[in-house]
Protein backbone atom coordinates (compact mmCIF):
# COMPACT_ATOMS: atom_id res chain seq x y z
CA UNK A 1 0.00 0.00 0.00
CA UNK A 2 0.97 3.13 -1.00
CA UNK A 3 2.29 5.59 1.92
CA UNK A 4 2.67 10.06 2.29
CA UNK A 5 5.14 11.34 4.60
CA UNK A 6 4.26 15.17 5.55
CA UNK A 7 7.71 15.70 7.33
CA UNK A 8 6.58 18.96 9.16
CA UNK A 9 4.04 18.26 11.86
CA UNK A 10 3.68 22.10 13.15
CA UNK A 11 5.73 24.78 11.51
CA UNK A 12 5.21 28.31 12.71
CA UNK A 13 6.48 31.69 10.48
CA UNK A 14 5.99 34.98 11.15
CA UNK A 15 4.41 36.63 8.50
CA UNK A 16 5.83 37.79 5.42
CA UNK A 17 8.33 35.07 5.89
CA UNK A 18 8.25 32.10 2.82
CA UNK A 19 6.52 28.81 3.34
CA UNK A 20 7.51 25.29 1.73
CA UNK A 21 5.89 22.19 3.28
CA UNK A 22 7.36 19.14 2.27
CA UNK A 23 5.45 15.57 0.88
CA UNK A 24 6.84 12.16 -0.19
CA UNK A 25 4.94 9.36 -1.74
CA UNK A 26 5.91 5.95 -1.57
CA UNK A 27 3.73 4.42 -5.13
CA UNK A 28 6.29 4.16 -7.95
CA UNK A 29 3.71 4.77 -10.90
CA UNK A 30 1.18 7.10 -12.46
CA UNK A 31 0.06 9.70 -9.92
CA UNK A 32 -3.06 12.28 -9.35
CA UNK A 33 -1.40 15.04 -6.25
CA UNK A 34 -3.39 17.32 -4.49
CA UNK A 35 -2.84 19.57 -1.39
CA UNK A 36 -5.98 20.12 1.10
CA UNK A 37 -5.87 23.05 3.67
CA UNK A 38 -8.60 23.12 6.56
CA UNK A 39 -8.88 26.67 7.98
CA UNK A 40 -9.87 26.69 11.84
CA UNK A 41 -13.51 25.96 11.84
CA UNK A 42 -13.99 25.47 8.34
CA UNK A 43 -14.27 22.38 5.67
CA UNK A 44 -11.42 20.64 3.83
CA UNK A 45 -11.02 23.11 0.59
CA UNK A 46 -8.77 21.71 -2.10
CA UNK A 47 -5.82 24.15 -2.57
CA UNK A 48 -4.18 23.14 -6.07
CA UNK A 49 -3.74 19.29 -7.26
CA UNK A 50 -1.68 17.89 -10.59
CA UNK A 51 -2.60 15.46 -12.70
CA UNK A 52 -0.51 16.29 -15.97
CA UNK A 53 1.54 18.98 -17.45
CA UNK A 54 3.22 21.09 -16.29
CA UNK A 55 4.92 19.84 -13.16
CA UNK A 56 4.73 23.29 -11.42
CA UNK A 57 0.88 23.66 -9.76
CA UNK A 58 -0.84 27.28 -9.20
CA UNK A 59 -3.17 27.12 -6.95
CA UNK A 60 -5.78 29.39 -4.56
CA UNK A 61 -4.58 32.26 -2.40
CA UNK A 62 -0.74 32.11 -3.89
CA UNK A 63 0.34 28.95 -3.19
CA UNK A 64 2.10 26.71 -5.71
CA UNK A 65 3.39 23.40 -5.63
CA UNK A 66 5.79 20.97 -8.12
CA UNK A 67 6.26 17.50 -8.57
CA UNK A 68 9.64 15.79 -8.81
CA UNK A 69 8.74 12.69 -9.66
CA UNK A 70 12.41 11.75 -9.56
CA UNK A 71 11.96 12.70 -5.89
CA UNK A 72 8.33 11.14 -5.27
CA UNK A 73 7.75 14.70 -4.56
CA UNK A 74 5.23 17.13 -4.12
CA UNK A 75 6.02 20.55 -2.05
CA UNK A 76 3.87 23.01 -1.07
CA UNK A 77 5.26 26.53 -1.30
CA UNK A 78 4.31 30.00 -0.42
CA UNK A 79 6.76 33.20 -1.22
CA UNK A 80 5.13 35.27 1.55
CA UNK A 81 2.54 33.95 4.31
CA UNK A 82 -0.27 35.76 6.08
CA UNK A 83 -1.92 35.36 9.18
CA UNK A 84 -4.75 34.03 7.43
CA UNK A 85 -2.71 31.31 6.14
CA UNK A 86 -2.90 29.72 9.46
CA UNK A 87 -4.58 26.41 8.87
CA UNK A 88 -3.95 22.56 8.64
CA UNK A 89 -2.36 21.53 5.36
CA UNK A 90 -3.03 17.94 3.88
CA UNK A 91 -0.88 16.57 1.17
CA UNK A 92 -3.09 13.58 -0.70
CA UNK A 93 -2.12 11.53 -3.62
CA UNK A 94 -4.46 9.01 -5.71
CA UNK A 95 -2.26 5.95 -7.41
CA UNK A 96 -2.70 3.91 -10.39
CA UNK A 97 -5.25 6.16 -11.98
CA UNK A 98 -7.40 6.77 -9.08
CA UNK A 99 -8.42 9.84 -8.45
CA UNK A 100 -9.68 8.34 -4.36
CA UNK A 101 -6.92 10.10 -2.13
CA UNK A 102 -4.38 8.90 0.10
CA UNK A 103 -3.83 12.00 2.72
CA UNK A 104 -0.73 12.05 4.99
CA UNK A 105 -1.06 13.38 8.57
CA UNK A 106 -1.06 17.13 7.95
CA UNK A 107 0.79 19.71 8.84
CA UNK A 108 0.08 22.68 11.53
CA UNK A 109 0.94 25.93 10.10
CA UNK A 110 0.85 29.06 12.56
CA UNK A 111 1.22 32.59 11.30
CA UNK A 112 2.40 35.12 13.85
CA UNK A 113 1.19 38.80 12.92
CA UNK B 1 -25.20 26.82 -3.98
CA UNK B 2 -25.66 24.20 -0.66
CA UNK B 3 -22.30 22.91 -0.35
CA UNK B 4 -22.18 18.87 1.48
CA UNK B 5 -24.04 18.62 4.59
CA UNK B 6 -23.80 16.27 7.50
CA UNK B 7 -25.95 15.25 10.08
CA UNK B 8 -26.01 15.14 13.03
CA UNK B 9 -22.84 17.32 14.28
CA UNK B 10 -21.78 15.26 17.25
CA UNK B 11 -22.49 11.88 18.35
CA UNK B 12 -22.34 10.17 21.74
CA UNK B 13 -22.71 6.59 21.77
CA UNK B 14 -21.13 3.75 23.81
CA UNK B 15 -19.54 0.65 23.18
CA UNK B 16 -21.68 -2.12 21.03
CA UNK B 17 -24.18 0.09 19.78
CA UNK B 18 -24.71 0.74 16.02
CA UNK B 19 -24.75 4.48 14.18
CA UNK B 20 -26.01 6.21 11.48
CA UNK B 21 -24.72 9.08 9.47
CA UNK B 22 -26.07 11.09 6.94
CA UNK B 23 -24.93 13.29 3.87
CA UNK B 24 -26.12 15.19 1.36
CA UNK B 25 -23.73 16.03 -1.97
CA UNK B 26 -23.60 19.55 -3.11
CA UNK B 27 -25.69 20.44 -5.51
CA UNK B 28 -24.96 18.41 -9.01
CA UNK B 29 -22.82 15.76 -7.98
CA UNK B 30 -23.85 12.44 -8.72
CA UNK B 31 -20.73 10.77 -6.38
CA UNK B 32 -20.08 10.65 -2.38
CA UNK B 33 -17.09 9.59 -0.76
CA UNK B 34 -16.64 8.86 3.08
CA UNK B 35 -13.57 9.36 5.44
CA UNK B 36 -12.66 8.76 9.02
CA UNK B 37 -10.12 11.15 10.27
CA UNK B 38 -8.73 10.20 13.98
CA UNK B 39 -6.97 13.06 15.40
CA UNK B 40 -3.92 14.06 14.86
CA UNK B 41 -4.31 12.59 11.60
CA UNK B 42 -5.28 12.69 7.64
CA UNK B 43 -8.34 11.50 6.65
CA UNK B 44 -8.57 7.86 5.55
CA UNK B 45 -10.49 6.67 2.96
CA UNK B 46 -13.69 4.35 3.64
CA UNK B 47 -15.47 3.85 0.50
CA UNK B 48 -17.09 5.85 -2.38
CA UNK B 49 -21.03 5.38 -3.54
CA UNK B 50 -21.74 6.27 -7.27
CA UNK B 51 -25.12 5.21 -9.25
CA UNK B 52 -26.00 3.82 -5.73
CA UNK B 53 -23.44 1.48 -5.63
CA UNK B 54 -20.35 0.97 -3.54
CA UNK B 55 -17.79 1.42 -6.66
CA UNK B 56 -14.38 1.66 -4.19
CA UNK B 57 -13.84 0.43 -0.42
CA UNK B 58 -10.72 1.18 1.64
CA UNK B 59 -9.36 -0.68 4.50
CA UNK B 60 -12.23 -0.97 6.81
CA UNK B 61 -14.25 -3.83 8.32
CA UNK B 62 -17.23 -4.56 7.09
CA UNK B 63 -18.91 -3.39 10.42
CA UNK B 64 -18.46 0.31 8.13
CA UNK B 65 -21.68 -0.10 5.30
CA UNK B 66 -23.18 2.59 3.46
CA UNK B 67 -25.77 3.36 1.32
CA UNK B 68 -26.77 5.88 -1.59
CA UNK B 69 -30.10 6.85 -2.28
CA UNK B 70 -31.62 8.07 -5.72
CA UNK B 71 -31.48 11.68 -4.96
CA UNK B 72 -27.73 11.25 -4.04
CA UNK B 73 -27.86 11.25 -0.53
CA UNK B 74 -25.39 9.06 1.68
CA UNK B 75 -25.90 6.98 4.85
CA UNK B 76 -22.96 5.48 6.50
CA UNK B 77 -23.21 3.25 8.87
CA UNK B 78 -21.42 1.71 11.93
CA UNK B 79 -22.13 -1.51 13.94
CA UNK B 80 -20.92 -2.95 16.90
CA UNK B 81 -19.17 0.59 17.94
CA UNK B 82 -15.73 0.43 19.14
CA UNK B 83 -13.84 3.03 21.16
CA UNK B 84 -10.96 3.22 18.06
CA UNK B 85 -14.04 4.36 15.87
CA UNK B 86 -14.05 7.89 17.21
CA UNK B 87 -13.60 9.60 15.12
CA UNK B 88 -14.18 12.96 12.59
CA UNK B 89 -16.25 11.41 9.72
CA UNK B 90 -15.85 13.52 6.36
CA UNK B 91 -18.13 12.79 3.56
CA UNK B 92 -16.89 14.08 0.25
CA UNK B 93 -19.29 14.88 -2.87
CA UNK B 94 -17.45 14.93 -6.66
CA UNK B 95 -19.18 14.78 -10.39
CA UNK B 96 -18.94 11.38 -11.61
CA UNK B 97 -16.64 9.57 -9.51
CA UNK B 98 -14.14 12.21 -8.98
CA UNK B 99 -12.23 11.84 -12.63
CA UNK B 100 -13.88 14.94 -14.32
CA UNK B 101 -14.31 17.13 -11.03
CA UNK B 102 -12.60 18.35 -7.69
CA UNK B 103 -13.92 16.48 -4.26
CA UNK B 104 -15.80 19.28 -2.00
CA UNK B 105 -16.20 18.18 1.51
CA UNK B 106 -18.43 18.45 4.31
CA UNK B 107 -17.68 19.95 7.99
CA UNK B 108 -18.04 16.32 9.32
CA UNK B 109 -19.68 14.08 11.75
CA UNK B 110 -17.63 14.05 15.31
CA UNK B 111 -18.28 10.69 16.48
CA UNK B 112 -17.52 9.68 20.75
CA UNK B 113 -18.07 5.71 21.30
CA UNK B 114 -17.10 5.65 25.34
Known amino acids: AQSVSQHNHHVILSEAASLELGCNYS??????LFWYVQYPGQHLQLLLKYFSGDPLVKGIKGFEAEFIKSKFSFNLRKPSVQWSDTAEYFCAVGSGGSYIPTFGRGTSLIVHP | DAGVTQSPTHLIKTRGQQVTLRCSPKSGHDTVSWYQQALGQGPQFIFQ???????QRGNFPDRFSGHQFPNYSSELNVNALLLGDSALYLC?????????????FGPGTRLTVL
Open chain 2, 92 to 104: ASSLDRGISDTQY
Open chain 2, 49 to 55: YYEEEER
Open chain 1, 27 to 32: YGGTVN
